[in-house]
């Protein structure tokens, strides 16, 4: 199983990205799919999850500002960021969560200009 992440890029303050991640393969047992991201020099952190039920919740750093959402038939999880801020650079990476173990991406860059 991979997962390939897409849709990060260079935008000025106030604008918006969309990142997409898909999995190829099979994954049994899918209990969530997440987003992190790592800014340079610090920790990865948790961004957002959509859980098997579809809810979702999301860090209150970037809470009203980043949509998550799904598209189980194509094992795909979306990011939508709106009023990006510089200190939303990072390198973004999905992460789906089964009951077996945990599945990362590759991580794709996002940086954000003041």
């Known amino acids: 199983v991979q997962l390939q992440a897409f849709g990060g890029g260079l935008v000025q303050a106030g604008g918006s990205l969309r990142l997409s991640c898909a999995a190829s393969g099979s994954i049994i047992g899918i209990k969530a799919m997440c987003w992190y991201r790592q800014a340079q020099g610090k920790e990865r952190e948790w961004v957002a999850c959509?859980?098997?039920?579809?809810?979702?919740d999301y860090a209150d750093s970037v809470k009203g500002r980043f949509t998550i959402s799904r598209d189980r038939a194509k094992k795909t999880v979306y990011l939508q960021m709106n009023s990006l801020e510089p200190r939303d650079t990072a390198v973004y990476y999905c992460?789906?969560?089964?009951?077996?173990?945990?599945?990362w991406g590759q991580g794709t860059q996002v940086t954000v200009s003041s």
């Open positions: 959509i859980i098997s039920n579809g809810n979702s």
């Open positions: 992460n789906i969560k089964s009951v077996y173990r945990d599945y």
